[in-house]
C-alpha cells in the first residue's frame, strides 16, 4: 500500500527558530494536506495542496507540493511557544480512492 | 456549526464490554471515516463509508462494524472489547480535505 515517510520524528527547537519539516511518498498524489494537532485535540488542517509546485502560505506556514508529486514539505517561519504540537502530512492520490494516507507525524517542542 | 462531534469524549469499558461511538457532521459531505490513533502509530482508518448506506474496511477493520443509515451519522461499534483496543479513535469528514472531530478516548481495562 502507500506508504508516507515523514521527517524528522520530532524536533526541539528556541522560540523565533525556523523550522521544516518534510514527507515522502512511495507513490503519486494528487493532493497534499498538512495538519497540526494540539493535545487532547483532533487533527486540524493547516494547508491544502492540489498542484504539483504549487507553493502556499498560511500565515508564517509555508507548505510547497514537490514537482514529482511525491513529496511535500511544510515550513513555519519565526516559531512561538503555540506552534507546540504534532504536524502531519497527508496524500490522496484521487480518482476512486477516496483514502488519505498519514505520515506518522512530527512532534514540535518550542522552547520560550 | 458545530462540524463534527463525537461522542462520548471519554469511556471505560472493561474487556468483552460492548460500545457505540457516535460520529455526526453538518457539513453535508458524503465521505466518513474513522480512524485510530495509538502513540508512534501515526492515523490508523478502521472503516470509511462513501455515502448513506454504504460502508468499507480500512486498514484495521479487524473487531469493528459501523454503520451509516442517515449521512450526517456514522457509528463505529465495539462488540467485545479487548485491550488491543485502548486508543483514540477520531471522526474525520470529507474528502480531499478530511475535517476531524474532538476524538474519544478509549480505555479497555
Known amino acids: ?112 | 456549526n458545530a462540524g463534527v462531534t463525537q461522542t462520548p469524549k471519554f469511556r471505560v469499558l472493561k474487556t468483552g464490554q460492548s460500545m457505540t461511538l457516535l460520529c455526526a457532521q453538518d457539513m453535508n459531505h458524503e465521505y466518513m471515516y474513522w480512524y485510530r490513533q495509538d502513540p508512534g502509530m501515526g492515523l490508523r482508518l478502521i472503516h470509511y463509508s462513501v455515502g448513506e448506506g454504504t460502508t468499507a474496511k480500512g486498514e484495521v477493520p479487524d473487531g469493528y462494524n459501523v454503520s451509516r443509515l442517515k449521512k450526517q451519522n456514522f457509528l463505529l461499534g465495539l462488540e467485545s472489547a479487548a485491550p488491543s483496543q485502548t486508543s483514540v479513535y477520531f471522526c474525520a469528514t470529507g474528502r480531499t480535505e478530511a475535517f476531524f472531530g474532538q476524538g474519544t478516548r478509549l480505555t479497555v481495562v
Open chain 1, 1 to 112: 500500500g502507500q506508504q508516507l515517510n515523514q521527517s524528522p520524528q520530532s524536533m526541539f527547537i528556541q522560540e523565533g527558530e525556523d523550522v521544516s519539516m518534510n514527507c515522502t511518498s512511495s507513490s503519486i498524489f494528487n493532493t497534499w494536506l498538512w495538519y497540526k494537532q494540539d493535545p487532547g485535540e483532533g487533527p486540524v488542517l493547516l494547508i491544502a495542496l492540489y498542484k504539483a509546485g504549487e507553493l502556499t502560505s498560511n500565515g508564517r506556514l509555508t507548505a510547497q507540493f514537490g514537482i514529482t508529486r511525491k513529496d511535500s514539505f511544510l515550513n513555519i517561519s519565526a516559531s512561538i511557544p503555540s506552534d507546540v504540537g504534532i504536524y502531519f502530512c497527508a496524500g490522496h492520490s484521487g480518482g476512486s480512492n477516496y483514502k488519505l494516507t498519514f505520515g506518522k507525524g512530527t512532534l514540535l517542542t518550542v522552547n520560550p
